[in-house]
């Protein structure tokens, strides 16, 4: 995940989603996530971190739970959360951000 880094470095806003596969909430999350995707298109990017895969990755962001999801711009972190978000309360979260 050496990309990692670089990634959250982008101008525009990064929702990262720690999840793991055999999490019921994370495969909820999932088409919640392409919905966001979909309206929000360019104006985000996110990305899916596997936390079994990438175990020193998920205990750098002190990732407890799954599903949690934090938002980066420019390397930083803006927001974050675990559980469930829906669709339209994570779209005004990313939308009304201070960027």
Do not use: H
Not at 59 to 88: C, D, E
């Amino acid at each position: 995940m050496s990309t990692f880094s670089t990634i959250i470095q982008s101008e525009k806003p990064v929702l990262v989603d720690f999840f793991a596969t055999w999490c019921g909430p994370c495969q909820t999350l999932a088409p919640i996530l392409k919905e966001v995707k979909d309206k929000l298109g360019e104006q985000i990017s996110i990305i899916k971190i596997d936390v079994d895969k990438n175990q020193q990755l998920a205990a750098q962001y002190q990732v407890r739970g799954v599903p949690t999801m934090i938002l980066f711009q420019n390397g930083k972190q803006l927001w974050r959360q675990s559980g469930v978000v829906g669709s339209s309360d994570l779209i005004k979260i990313i939308t009304t951000q201070k960027y």
